[in-house]
C-alpha cells in the first residue's frame, strides 16, 4: 500500500485516495470532425506502461482535491506530485528500473517500496 | 512417444519411487523461423499451440515464454470456471470453453482435475436480485444452466454461511451446477506436453522484446534468445500484452493492474462449492488439500508489481469473516499478485490487427482461467484462417471504434 504525499494536506495512507488514471489525456479538437477511430482511441485507450506514469489522484477522504503524480508502475515508487495545473515535470534523470518492455526490476517484483 | 498416465502407469513409478518419469516436454534452442510464434506460455497460450497442430496441421510452431510455464496469471489464479455471462456473445464463448473442460482430462489425458461442484453468486439487495434474476433467464435462454436459488436454498448447500446477521445479508443467489474448479498448473501442462508431442516447441526463459514489422506486416520477435523469423505471430501476455503491441506501435485498450488472492491453512472439507458475492466481495472455494481458496480485489491504480495492497486484502477478509464467522480464526498461509489485463467492457479481445500476420488474445483481466481452453481454440482458428472464429467474432478490436462492447460489468465485475 501506498503513501501519497497530498500537495496540500501532507503524506496520508492510500486507503484516503481515488486513482484517476492517465494524467493530461487531452480532448481533441474539432470533435465533430474526426473519425470513429480517432474518438475511440480518446474515449478507450490510456497508456500503460511498466515503468514511468503520468497519472491522476484525488484525495477523496481529504481535502477532495486532485493532483498529478509520476509513479514507476514497475515498482511502485512514486517519483513525483504535482498539482494538477502544472507541467507534466521532466524525469531525465529517472533510469528505468525495467530494461525491456516486460522485464522485471532487479529487486523483485513489488519490493521496492519495502526495501528501499 | 505419446506419455501415457494411467493407473498402472502410476503405481508402477510409485515402486520407483517416481524417479522414472519421462520429461514431460522437450526445452529446444529457437530455430530461424516458425510458421507462428505465440508469445506467452500461460493456458491461453500453450492451448493457442495445441490447437493449430491438432486441429489446423500446423506443425512449425513455438511459444515463447519469458519465465516458466504458467507463472503468470494461470498459475496465480482462484481456477473458478463457470459459463453465466448476461449476453449471448460472451455466453457462447464462455460455454463453448466449458463444453472443453468437460472433455479436457480425457482428450489430454492428463488430470486437469476438473471438479464440477457448482458455482454460486450472491444477491445481497434488491439490485442484485433484479440483476442476477436478469441473467439467470439470458443464460437459460443460451441453454446454459443456471437456476435462482432462495435463502433457504442455499442455507442447505452451504450451512455455515452466516445469511442474516450482517450488514448485506444474502436474499439469493444465482447457481450453475456445471461450474465449478480445475487445477491450474495442470492445464497448462497439459497442454503443453500434448502440444510438444506435436512437435511444437515450448520455449521457456524466452522474453520477447520487440515485436517486428515491417510494411505492415509481421516479420518476426526480437527476443533474449535472438531474432526468431514467424509468418504470423499471437500474442497472449495477459498483463504484458500492452507493453508488447507497444514494441509494434499499436496501442491496446487495455490497463494493467495487480489482483491477488489467498490461501488459509488446510482444513477438513467445509464447503463443496464455489460461492462468489460481487457485492461485498468475497470469493471462496476449498482445494482438494483443504485450503480455502479466496480471492480478493484489483488495486485502484496500474502496477505490474505482482503483490498488490494491504488494504484490498483487508476488505476481502472483513467481507469473508462476515459471510462465514467461523473461519475467523483461521490462519492465512500465503498471499500473491498476478498482473491482469482490463478492457473497457470488461470482455476479452481475440482479435487480428492492422498488421498482416499480428494476432492479440488478451484482456481476459479477472476472469480469464474460465475461458482457457475456448480462448485457445477460437484464437488457433483466428490465426489459422486469418479470421475469426463466429464465437469470437465479437470479441474484435474494432469494437472500439464502433462503439459495439459486450459490456460484462455485471457478470464479470471484478468476479472471476
Ligand atoms: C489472483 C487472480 C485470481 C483469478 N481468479 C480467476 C478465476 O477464479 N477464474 C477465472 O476464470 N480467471 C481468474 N483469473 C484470471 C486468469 O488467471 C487469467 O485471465 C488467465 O489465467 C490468463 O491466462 P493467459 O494464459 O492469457 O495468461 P498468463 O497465464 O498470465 O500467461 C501469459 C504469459 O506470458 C508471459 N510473458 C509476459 N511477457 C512476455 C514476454 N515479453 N515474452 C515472453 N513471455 C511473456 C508471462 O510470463 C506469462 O506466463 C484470476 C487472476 C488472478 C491474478
Ligand atoms: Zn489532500
Not at chain 2, 4 to 27: C, E, Q, T, V
Request: charged share 25%; with cysteine; hydrophobic share 35%.
Amino acid at each position: 500500500m501506498l503513501i501519497i504525499d497530498c500537495p496540500y494536506c501532507g503524506p496520508r495512507d492510500q486507503s484516503e485516495f481515488s486513482n484517476g488514471g492517465e494524467a493530461h489525456v487531452k480532448r481533441p479538437d474539432g470533435s465533430a470532425d474526426i473519425g470513429d477511430r480517432e474518438w475511440g482511441e480518446y474515449v478507450f485507450i490510456r497508456a500503460n506502461p511498466k515503468g514511468i506514469f503520468y497519472e491522476r489522484w484525488v484525495h477523496s477522504h481529504g481535502c477532495r482535491k486532485w493532483f498529478n503524480c509520476v509513479r514507476d508502475t514497475s515498482t511502485d515508487e512514486i517519483l513525483k506530485i504535482y498539482k494538477i495545473d502544472e507541467e507534466r515535470p521532466k524525469l531525465d534523470s529517472f533510469k528505468n528500473n525495467v530494461k525491456t518492455p516486460s522485464g522485471e526490476p532487479n529487486l523483485g517484483s513489488g519490493n521496492f517500496t519495502v526495501k528501499k | 512417444m505419446k506419455k501415457k498416465y494411467s493407473i498402472f502407469s502410476i503405481a508402477k513409478n510409485a515402486l520407483k519411487g517416481h524417479k522414472d518419469w519421462p520429461k514431460m516436454w522437450r526445452s529446444p534452442e529457437p530455430r530461424e523461423f516458425y510458421d507462428v510464434i505465440i508469445i506467452g506460455g500461460g493456458g491461453h497460450g500453450l492451448g493457442t499451440a495445441y490447437y493449430l497442430a491438432k486441429e489446423h496441421g500446423l506443425k512449425n510452431i513455438a511459444v515463447i515464454e519469458k519465465g516458466w510455464l504458467g507463472g503468470g496469471n494461470t498459475g496465480r489464479n482462484t481456477t473458478i470456471i463457470r459459463s453465466n455471462y448476461l449476453w449471448d456473445d460472451s455466453a457462447h464463448l464462455y460455454e463453448h470453453s466449458l463444453k472443453l473442460w468437460e472433455n479436457l482430462s480425457t482428450e489430454l489425458n492428463y488430470n486437469v482435475m476438473f471438479s464440477q461442484r457448482g458455482v454460486m453468486n450472491l444477491a445481497h439487495n434488491e439490485h442484485d436480485i433484479k440483476e442476477i434474476k436478469r441473467r439467470v433467464s439470458a443464460n437459460n435462454l443460451n441453454g446454459i444452466d443456471s437456476l435462482w436459488l432462495s435463502k433457504e436454498e442455499i442455507q442447505k448447500k452451504v450451512p455455515i454461511m452466516n445469511t442474516d446477521n450482517l450488514r448485506y445479508p444474502v436474499l439469493g443467489a444465482s447457481y450453475q451446477p456445471r461450474g465449478g474448479t480445475a487445477r491450474h498448473d495442470a492445464v497448462a501442462w497439459g497442454f503443453a506436453m500434448r502440444a510438444d508431442e506435436m512437435g511444437v516447441d515450448i520455449i521457456q526463459n524466452c522474453e520477447a522484446h520487440q515485436i517486428k514489422t515491417k510494411n505492415g506486416k509481421i516479420e518476426g520477435v526480437e527476443t533474449s534468445k535472438g531474432f526468431i523469423r514467424a509468418n504470423k505471430v499471437g500474442v497472449v501476455a495477459s498483463g504484458h500484452t500492452g507493453v508488447l503491441a507497444e514494441t509494434a506501435g499499436i496501442r491496446l485498450p487495455l490497463q494493467s493492474k495487480p489482483l491477488q488472492a489467498l490461501v488459509s491453512e488446510p482444513i477438513k472439507p467445509i464447503i463443496d462449492t464455489v460461492v462468489m458475492s460481487s457485492a461485498v466481495h468475497a470469493y471462496v472455494s476449498q482445494s482438494d488439500k483443504g485450503e480455502l481458496v479466496i480471492g480478493a480485489g484489483t488495486d485502484s491504480y496500474n502496477s505490474f508489481t505482482q503483490r498488490g495492497g494491504f488494504n484490498i486484502i483487508e476488505e476481502t477478509v472483513r467481507a469473508m469473516v462476515e459471510l462465514y464467522p467461523v473461519f475467523g480464526k483461521m490462519k492465512m498461509l500465503r498471499q500473491w499478485g498476478g498482473i491482469v489485463d482490463i478492457c473497457p467492457d470488461a470482455s476479452p479481445i481475440i482479435s487480428k490487427c492492422d498488421v498482416e500476420g499480428l494476432f492479440f488474445n488478451c484482456g481476459w483481466g479477472t476472469g480469464g482461467f474460465k475461458a482457457t481452453p475456448g480462448s485457445a481454440n477460437v484464437f488457433a482458428h483466428t490465426i489459422a484462417k486469418n479470421e475469426a472464429h463466429q464465437i469470437n467474432s465479437a470479441f474484435n478490436l474494432d469494437r472500439f471504434a464502433s462503439g459495439k462492447l459486450v459490456d460484462e460489468h455485471g457478470a464479470a465485475a471484478v468476479a472471476h
